[in-house]
């Protein structure tokens, strides 16, 4: 009986290790669907990485581009701004020298004027002043003759 006993523990021992290599085999199994899985994902995030970074470096040729571009632009812009600022300080000194040449022409025909119109109003006013003599001279002449 002990050897029917230690028949059955045996059987019974080999079926739990038949059990449990079926069990570790079947985990075997799903921790390499498993590994399968994440490696699939390990390389679908790669690419993705990849791609994301081609993108990256493209955009940042473009925008290096874009920005030598846009350089080349300002500075031509800046040129041009530059040029009309040195035309307009030479029409500003040119102005201001026809504006000086101007007050000089000016000021001499002023005092000329001055000169002409201040003669012209003192004979009149001398021409006025003496018919009011005369004419005064005449009222108290009358007065006293009478």
């Known amino acids: 009986m002990k050897e029917s006993e230690g028949n059955n523990s045996m059987e019974e021992v080999a079926g739990r290790i ?7 085999s079947e985990h075997d199994r799903i921790f390499d669907m498993i ?17 994301t970074n081609t993108r990256i470096d493209d955009l940042n040729v473009r925008l290096g581009d874009f920005k030598l571009d ?6 031509a812009t800046n040129a041009r701004i530059d040029e009309t600022n040195k035309r307009i300080e030479g ?6 020298g026809r504006m000086e040449e101007m007050d000089k022409r000016l000021s001499g025909k002023m005092e000329e004027m001055d000169i002409r119109l201040n003669g012209k109003m003192d004979s009149n006013f ?10 005064w001279i005449t009222i108290i002449s009358a007065i006293l003759l009478h």
């Open 91 to 96: 029409m500003d000194m040119r102005l201001n």
């Open 18 to 24: 038949s059990t449990l290599e079926g069990k570790i």
């Open 70 to 75: 846009m350089d080349k632009k300002i500075d």
């Open 126 to 135: 001398k021409w006025m002043l003496g018919i009011q003599i005369a004419m």
């Open 35 to 51: 590994r399968e899985e994440i490696r699939g994902l390990r390389e679908y995030i790669d690419g993705r990485i990849s791609d």
